[in-house]
Structures are given as structure tokens and as C-alpha cells.
T-cell receptor, first 111, second 114 residues
Framework: GNSVTQMEGPVTLSEEAFLTINCTYTATGYPSLFWYVQYPGEGLQLLLKATKADDKGSNKGFEATYRKETTSFHLEKGSVQVSDSAVYFC??????????FGTGTSLTVIP | DSGVTQTPKHLITATGQRVTLRCSPR?????VYWYQQSLDQGLQFLIQ???????AKGNILERFSAQQFPDLHSELNLSSLELGDSALYFC?????????????FGPGTRLLVL
């Protein structure tokens, strides 16, 4: 069946460090892939998405590329800020409209 | 602010009871999704409605039911509550019904079953 596996946290980085959060998926067909972010006490917000292979989603300095050959959608940011501290979720939407979320990766950025 | 509202924010109840969670989607959105977020299970997709009709079903227990009304608001009913139902319940909405849609999440309802 469909599933999403994402990197275990928590992750702690210094400000301006490079961030990678790994996400791999298992799916039949051609799913859409998403990264959502959850700030403390809030609901999830879409960070970026990609709807087909080789698409690159980007927003607020974050990027992720839909890699069909490696079934991956890794999240990257070149220089993190304290305000990026949050929980990040990788998600998959399949053609049957089922949605699958990873377990979330907690990121803390220290000044 | 996503534009999705959920009430109540917090709910404390006892085992065996029944509760109703309410969600109002963003203006113009036709799809509503319900999710359960717990520490041990992560974020689980429960069910989706589109324009009043059930569109997709995830890991929703038989004790749980949902509906979407003509004004597009949705309610999630949880009955015969168990301790393990304690969780954060999120509603999300989107404009359309496909898997490519961006979902906008509400702030959640925190349910505590004692």
C-alpha cells in the first residue's frame, strides 16, 4: 500500500546551517507530494508541493524535488533561521484521494 | 490564519460518551478533510467530503462518522469514546477534490477522554 517514511527527529541546527529532511514514499500510480509545516500550537500549513516527477516545489527558501527513480521528496534549505523551528511533515496524496503523512520531523534552530 | 475554523478548541469528556466536532471550511472551498493526530499514530487521514458527498475514506473507526451539510460545514461525530481516542483532531479544506489540491488546516480540536 501507500506510505510515507520520513527522517526521525528531532533535528537541532545552528542558525545559517544547511537543512535536509529525508522523505521517501511508496505508492502505486502517480501521487502528488507535499511538505507541510506545523508551528507550535497551530494547524499544518502547506510549505510546498510537487504534482509530477521531476517537479521542484519551492517556498520561503525551502526546496524539494519529486524523484520518481528514488521515490524521494527530500526537503532542503540552504540557510535556516530560528523562525524555521517547527515540525515538518512529508505527505502523499494518491489518485484515490487518500492522504498519507509521515510521522513528522521536529526542527529546532538555535541562534 | 488559514480561514478554516474549528470548534470547540478543547473538549474533555468521559469514556463511553459521544462528542461532535465542527468545522467550517474556507470560503469557496468544497472539500473538507478530517485528520486525527496522536503521539503514537502520527497524523492519520480519516475521511474526505466534497460538496456534501463522501469522497474518500481513510483509517476511520466505525464508532466515528462524519457529514458535510449544504452550507459546506462539516461535523465529525465520535461515539463510545475510549481513552485511546484522546488526540488532536484537525479539519482541512480545499477548493476541489483531487489529490493535487492544497489543503488548508484549521487550528484543531484537542479531545481528552478521561
Amino acid at each position: 500500500g501507500n506510505s510515507v517514511t520520513q527522517m526521525e527527529g528531532p533535528v537541532t541546527l545552528s542558525e545559517e546551517a544547511f537543512l535536509t529532511i529525508n522523505c521517501t514514499y511508496t505508492a502505486t500510480g502517480y501521487p502528488s507530494l507535499f511538505w507541510y509545516v506545523q508551528y507550535p500550537g497551530e494547524g499544518l500549513q502547506l510549505l510546498l508541493k510537487a504534482t509530477k516527477a521531476d517537479d521542484k516545489g519551492s517556498n520561503k527558501g525551502f526546496e524539494a524535488t519529486y524523484r520518481k527513480e528514488t521515490t524521494s521528496f527530500h526537503l532542503e534549505k540552504g540557510s535556516v533561521q530560528v523562525s524555521d523551528s517547527a515540525v515538518y511533515f512529508c505527505a502523499l496524496g494518491d489518485t484515490g484521494n487518500q492522504f498519507y503523512f509521515g510521522t513528522g520531523t521536529s526542527l529546532t534552530v538555535i541562534p | 490564519d488559514s480561514g478554516v475554523t474549528q470548534t470547540p478548541k478543547h473538549l474533555i469528556t468521559a469514556t463511553g460518551q459521544r462528542v461532535t466536532l465542527r468545522c467550517s471550511p474556507r470560503s469557496g472551498d468544497l472539500s473538507v478533510y478530517w485528520y486525527q493526530q496522536s503521539l503514537d499514530q502520527g497524523l492519520q487521514f480519516l475521511i474526505q467530503y466534497y460538496n456534501g458527498e463522501e469522497r474518500a475514506k481513510g483509517n476511520i473507526l466505525e464508532r466515528f462518522s462524519a457529514q458535510q451539510f449544504p452550507d459546506l460545514h462539516s461535523e465529525l461525530n465520535l461515539s463510545s469514546l475510549e481513552l485511546g481516542d484522546s488526540a488532536l483532531y484537525f479539519c482541512a479544506s480545499s477548493a476541489g477534490q483531487t489529490d493535487q489540491e492544497t489543503q488548508y488546516f484549521g487550528p484543531g480540536t484537542r479531545l481528552l477522554v478521561l
